[in-house]
């Protein structure tokens, strides 16, 4: 079951902010949001994670919204390499399902030159 | 260099042999994951190993079974009762199953003709 909703495809030109939405209605209050990529036949590739607050790393920026029902994953300046599948994944926190990822469809981000 | 291996890359087999895929990690991390992407579609959990000596059953276990002998080391066997073994499969570990960052490897495709 995946908790997270997703557009399926966006795309952005090279150097400039690529800003992918993803919807977590249902979280619960001490679940994390993860953000991973996947460029294609590679293994996903963590890229940030979060709890309430927004985050940033040399990566990405997260921001949560104040009743973390929704996100936004930041890459500030996309290059060619960034064009991958981003999967945003609410992290399991109690239950038989404890700590599991669970991985939707994502969304294509195809980064133009 | 730290990091998480996955062996051979690509892999053919005849329909009706077990086969055995490789996962090997020398990040000291507790939990491994075997994980299974098929076109077009997120990924899925197999199996899932919390500690050494003892796993659990992911979404999609049937025709599948591994072995945690070691720390380092969390094998999948694709039995001859998996109806569709082709597939993109991938390796992951973390420190522990909450709230921590995953690693993968880069997957091992496995065809079976």
């Known amino acids: 079951d995946a908790k997270t909703t997703q557009p399926t495809s966006m795309d952005c030109a090279e150097g400039r902010a690529a800003n992918l939405p993803c919807n977590h209605s249902t979280i619960s209050g001490n679940e994390y949001v993860y953000w991973y990529r996947q460029i294609h036949s590679q293994g996903p590739q963590y890229i940030i994670h979060g709890l309430k607050n927004n985050e940033t790393n040399e990566m990405a920026s997260l921001i949560i919204t104040e009743d973390r029902k929704s996100s936004t994953l930041i890459l500030p300046h996309a290059t060619l390499r960034d064009t991958a599948v981003y999967y945003c994944?609410?992290?399991?926190?109690?239950?038989?399902?404890?700590?599991?990822?669970?991985f939707g469809r994502g969304t294509q981000l195809t980064v133009w030159p | 260099d730290g990091g998480i291996t996955q062996s051979p890359k690509y892999l053919f087999r005849k329909e009706g042999q077990n086969v055995t895929l490789s996962c090997e990690q020398n990040l000291n991390h507790d939990a491994m994951y075997w994980y299974r992407q098929d076109p077009g579609q997120g990924l899925r959990l197999i199996y899932y190993?919390?500690?050494?000596?003892?796993?659990q059953k992911g979404d999609i276990a049937e025709g599948y079974s591994v072995s945690r002998e070691k720390k380092e080391s969390f094998p999948l066997t694709v039995t001859s009762a998996q109806k569709n073994p082709t597939a993109f499969y991938l390796c992951?570990?973390?420190?522990?199953?909450?709230?921590?960052?995953?690693?993968f490897g880069q997957g091992t495709r496995l065809t079976v003709v």
């Open positions: 992951a570990s973390s420190m522990g199953v909450m709230n921590t960052e995953a690693f």
């Open positions: 994944i609410v992290r399991v926190s109690r239950g038989s399902t404890l700590g599991r990822l669970y």
């Open positions: 190993s919390q500690i050494v000596n003892d796993f």
